[in-house]
DNA sequence: AACATTAAGTTAAGCGCTTAATCAATTTAA
DNA sequence: TTAAATTGATTAAGCGCTTAACTTAATGTT
C-alpha cells in the first residue's frame, strides 16, 4: 500500500498534523523535528496525495482545457503553451477535444464539475453558451481563450484578431498589392474579426473589397482545396490572398502550383496563426502570429488570480496585438 | 456552496448511503425512491464530487499521458485519440508534455502520483528509466505507448516499426528504385528499427545500403533542412529518399524544390507517421500509416486492464503493422 | 401460525489530509 | 519571582463519499 501520512508519523515520532506542516510549509515546526520527518518521507518514499488535500477544501490544482480539436497545430501548440505555464505554477491540465460537438462539450464539463477542477480555460467556439453560463453562476472560474462572445463577462484572453487582418492588409497593400481575394474561417468569431480588420485596412486605402473575392473555409484540407480552386477559377484573379488561417494558407499554395501558378511570381499569400504550416510551406509563408505563449502566460495568470480571490473584480479583456512574420509569400510590387 | 450528497439526502428524506446507491446504481432500490432522489438532484443541480469518491478507495478516473511534445502532429494526434478513447470509458486525461527533459519527466511523474492516477501511458522516449521502474515497484500501472525499451516489463503498444521500414523500402524497390537515401530520427529506437527494416528489405533483394547514404536528424525544421541539404549534396545521387517522419519528408521536398529537384520525377520521397504534413505535401506524400487510433484504443484497453486486475500478467507486447498510404511522391521507374 | 427469505433502507466507520483549538514547556518581561 | 508571551507540538473535527454490517418490514414456505 502507499504510505499514508499516518505511516510517515509513526515512524518519525509525531502526530499527523506535524507531517501535513512540513508538508506544506505551515504553521511552526523546530528544525531538527522538520528534518526527522523530511528523512522519513525521504525513507518510505512518501508523495502526499492531492486527493485527500484536495477533499478538505483546497485546491485540486487542476484546471480543465477547452480546445476544439488537439490535433489541430494550432490548438495544439495552444495546449503546449497553456501547460507550461500551468505546471509553473504547480496546476496540471485536463485536456478536452469537444470536437465542435455540443454534446461533447457538455459532457466534457460535467466531468471537470465532478473532478472539481479550480478553473477551467475555453478556447473552444461553445455551440451552447447557455451551459457555460451555467458555470458563471456556479463561480467556476473561468476563462475564454482566443475566442470572445459579446454576451459573455468572464475573463478574455484573446488576440487583436482586428488588428491581425488590418496588418495583414496594410502589408500587402504597402507590398502594391489593389487586388486581393480572402479566405475566411466559417462561422467562427475569429474569422470574421480577421476579415473586418482587413477590410478596413483596404478601406483606408480607399479600397472596397468586393462579396464574390471573399470565400469561406474551414480549416481542414478538403475544404481548404475546395475554396482555392474557387479562388484560382475566379476570372479577374487577385493579385494576393489573405488566408485565416496557415492550413488554408498552405493548402492554397498547393493548389496554385497544381495550376502551374507560381508563388509569389503570380500571387501573393498571406496567413495567420504563424504554426508549423508557416514554417515548413515552400515558399515560406508571410503570416500573422498570434502571441500564442504570451496569450498562454496571461491567460493562466488571470485565471489563477480569480482562482485566488473568488468574486473578486468581473471579467477583464485582454488582447494582444498580433504580429507579422515576413517570409517569402508576398511579392513587393512596387 | 456547491451542493453535497447530504443536501440531496436530506431534501429527499432518505439517508447519504441511499442518494450514494442510485448515483452509482448499486445495492437495492426501490423505483419510488430512487426517482424521487434523482428529482431532487436535478432540481439542486448536484454533480457528485469524483475527488471525494476517489477518496474513498475507488479509482480517480484520471491517467496521465507523458508525451515529449503536443506541439508534434504526431503526438497530437496520439493525444487526440487517447483522449478519445479515455473519455468513452470514462477516463479523463492529464496531459504532460516531457520536452525530452529529464526534469520535466520526473516533475510531472511525480505530479501524477501525487494525483493518485489509475495509470500512466509513456509515449515518450525516456531520459531516465530508473525513475519508471520505480513506478512498476509502486504497482502502477503503466503502458509505453510506441516506443520500447528491452529491459522493461510493462505493457507496450506500438507500431511494429521494423515492418513499417520494410514496407517502404519493399515498395521503393516494386517501383523500381535501386539507389536510396535515409533520413534517421536520432536517438530514437523506433528511428533505429524502421531503418532496421528498410535495410532488410534491400537486402532481401541483394542490396546494401551504404553508410554514407543514411544521414540523422531530428525531427525538427532546421535540422531537417540540413539533412536534405546532405542528401542533396550526395555526388551519386539516390533516385529515392526514406525519411523517418513525415515532418523530414517535407523538410526535404522543399529543400529538393528550391535545388530545383523536382519530386517525384527526380527523386522520390517516402515518409513515416501518416500525418497532416503528408496530406498537405505538394505532391501529396506517399508515406507509411501508423495506425494511431487502433493504437490508441489497444492502449487504453490494456491499461484499463491492469487497472481493473492489478499485478495480472505481466508485460504483453502488442505491436500494430503500420500501412502504406500511396500518394504522388514516388516515381515508378519500370 | 411459525419461521425463513427477501427487499429496501439505515448506521457508522473510514479514506488521507488540513486546520482551528488547545496544551505544555520555555523564554521574556516586569 | 511570577505573570505574560512565545514556541513547538498535539487533539480532534470535518471534507464528501463508499460500503460492510445491520435493521425492519413485507413476502413466501410448509
Redo the contacts with the bound molecule.
Keep these: ?9 509513526k515512524k518519525a ?9 512540513v ?2 510549509n ?9 528534518s ?1 520527518v523530511k528523512e522519513v518521507m525521504k525513507e518510505i518514499d ?13 485546491r485540486t490544482f487542476t484546471i480543465g482545457v477547452l480546445v476544439p480539436d488537439i490535433a489541430n497545430p494550432f490548438f495544439a501548440e495552444v495546449a503546449r503553451a497553456l501547460e507550461n505555464h500551468a505546471r509553473m505554477t504547480g496546476y496540471a491540465i485536463i485536456l478536452c477535444s469537444t470536437d465542435y460537438q455540443r454534446e461533447r462539450e457538455q459532457d466534457y464539463l460535467e466531468l471537470l464539475l ?1 473532478k472539481q477542477v479550480d478553473g477551467i480555460i475555453i478556447a473552444t467556439e461553445a455551440r451552447d453558451w447557455k451551459v457555460f453560463k451555467k458555470l458563471l453562476d456556479k463561480n467556476i472560474p473561468l476563462l475564454m481563450f482566443s475566442i470572445d462572445h459579446p454576451s459573455f463577462s468572464s475573463h478574455v484572453v484573446t488576440t487583436d484578431d482586428i488588428r491581425g487582418g488590418y496588418l495583414a492588409g496594410r502589408y500587402l497593400l504597402d507590398n502594391g498589392h489593389r487586388n486581393f481575394a480572402v479566405i475566411v474561417e466559417e462561422n467562427r468569431e475569429s474569422g470574421r474579426l480577421r476579415l473586418e480588420g482587413f477590410k478596413q485596412s483596404l478601406m483606408d486605402a480607399g479600397i472596397e473589397l468586393s462579396d464574390s473575392f471573399v470565400v469561406f473555409s474551414k480549416s481542414r484540407v478538403e475544404e481548404a482545396k475546395k475554396a482555392a480552386k474557387q479562388i484560382l477559377a475566379l476570372n479577374n484573379r487577385p493579385t494576393s490572398v489573405f488566408a485565416a488561417t496557415d492550413l488554408i494558407a498552405a493548402v492554397f499554395m498547393n493548389e496554385a502550383r497544381k495550376a502551374n501558378i507560381s508563388i509569389p511570381e503570380d500571387i501573393s499569400v498571406i496567413g495567420f496563426d504563424n504554426t508549423i504550416h508557416a514554417e515548413i510551406a515552400d515558399p515560406g509563408l508571410t503570416t500573422i502570429a498570434q502571441p500564442t505563449d504570451e496569450l498562454a502566460r496571461y491567460a493562466i495568470h488571470q485565471l489563477l488570480e480569480s482562482i485566488e480571490k473568488p468574486n473578486s473584480l468581473p471579467g477583464h479583456r485582454i488582447m494582444l496585438a498580433p504580429e507579422l512574420i515576413e517570409r517569402d509569400s508576398v511579392k513587393n510590387l512596387n
Design positions: 500500500m502507499k504510505p499514508t501520512i499516518y505511516d510517515v508519523a515520532g509525531v502526530s499527523i498534523a506535524t507531517v501535513s506542516k508538508v506544506n505551515t504553521g511552526r515546526i523546530s528544525e531538527k523535528t522538520r526527522r512518501y508523495s502526499p496525495s492531492s486527493v485527500a488535500a484536495a477533499l478538505t477544501g483546497k465532478k
